[in-house]
C-alpha cells in the first residue's frame, strides 16, 4: 500500500501525473485551464492597446483565464530602475508614430493626451476596489478610463472625470461615492503596492506585463507587450486572427 503520509503528502500537491507505486495508482488533480495575468496601469498607451487586443481575442480563447490586475507603473520602473520611453527623445519620438499606426491598423480609437503623463495612483486605487467590489462591472471599467484618458482626453485623475465616467456603469452616483470613498482604506493602498511589488518579482520593467500559464501548469511565463500575442496564441496552442481591424466605435 502507498505510505498514508505520502498520499496525503501527494493529494495536497499542485500536479498532472499519474503514480504508480506498489501496483497503487494515484492520479493528481490537474487544471485544465490556461491562465493570463494581465498587469496594467491606465496611463500606459501600450496597455490599452493590449486590453483593447485582448478583449477580442478572449472571445476565440474559451479555455482561457484572463485577469487584469491594476498595478502602478511608476513603482514598476523606480523597482526595475527603468525610465519610460517619453523621457528618451529617440524612444518617445519612435512611440508616437507607433502608437499611432497601431490605432490605424487595429481599429481602436486613439488620441495622445494633452496631460501625460498622469499621476493615476487614485484611478488605479479605484479599480482596485472596483475589481473587488463590482467584479460583474470591473472590465468595463477599465475600458471606460482607458477610452476617457486615450480618446477623449480625460484627465482621470480628478473625481468628477470619474464619477462622469464610472457611476453609469456602477449604477449610481451614490454607489461611485460608497467606492470612491474605499479608495483611501489602508488595505486598499497596500494591495496597489502589493501588485506592484509582486509584478516587479515576477520581472516586471514596464507595461503591459503578462504572466502566462499553460493549462496544467504551473510555471508563469513573463510576457511584455501590447504585441506578443500571436507568440501567447502559439504557447496556448489558441487561434491567432492576426490584428483584427475594426472601425473605430469606441463603447459607452
Not at 4 to 31: D, E, G
Not at 100 to 110: E, H, K, L, M, Y
Not at 138 to 162: A, P
Not at 198 to 224: N, Q, Y
Request: glycine share 6%; hydrophobic share 40%.
Amino acid at each position: 500500500m502507498l505510505h498514508k503520509s505520502l498520499f496525503f503528502t501527494l493529494r495536497s500537491a499542485p500536479c498532472s501525473l499519474l503514480l504508480l507505486l506498489h501496483n497503487t495508482v494515484l492520479i493528481c488533480p490537474m487544471s485544465s485551464r490556461a491562465s493570463i495575468l494581465f498587469y496594467y496601469d491606465i496611463v500606459s498607451p501600450y496597455s490599452y492597446l493590449g486590453v483593447k487586443l485582448l478583449n477580442r481575442y478572449r472571445s476565440q480563447w474559451k479555455d482561457v483565464d484572463i485577469e487584469y490586475r491594476p498595478f502602478f507603473l511608476g513603482g514598476v520602473m523606480n523597482g526595475a530602475n527603468n525610465q519610460p520611453p517619453a523621457t528618451v527623445p529617440a524612444k518617445g519620438s519612435y512611440m508616437f508614430q507607433d502608437l499611432v499606426r497601431i490605432s490605424a491598423a487595429a481599429g481602436i480609437p486613439f488620441r495622445f493626451p494633452s496631460q501625460f503623463p498622469l499621476l493615476t495612483i487614485q484611478p488605479m486605487r479605484l479599480l482596485i476596489v472596483l475589481q473587488k467590489h463590482a467584479a460583474d462591472k470591473y472590465e468595463q471599467c477599465i475600458e471606460k478610463l482607458y477610452e476617457e484618458y486615450w480618446y477623449n482626453d480625460k484627465n482621470i485623475t480628478e473625481k468628477d472625470v470619474l464619477a462622469a465616467a464610472l457611476a453609469p456603469i456602477i449604477g449610481s452616483a451614490e454607489k461611485f461615492e460608497e467606492y470612491y470613498g474605499m479608495t483611501a482604506q489602508k488595505e486598499v493602498k497596500q494591495q496597489l503596492i502589493d501588485n506592484t511589488d509582486e509584478a516587479v518579482t515576477a520581472g516586471a520593467f514596464g507595461a503591459p506585463t503578462m504572466v502566462v500559464k499553460k493549462a496544467g501548469s504551473d510555471k508563469g511565463h513573463l510576457i511584455f507587450g501590447s504585441d506578443r500575442f500571436e507568440m501567447i496564441a502559439l504557447m496556448l496552442g489558441q487561434p491567432y486572427p492576426g490584428v483584427p481591424a475594426q472601425t473605430p466605435q469606441p463603447k459607452l
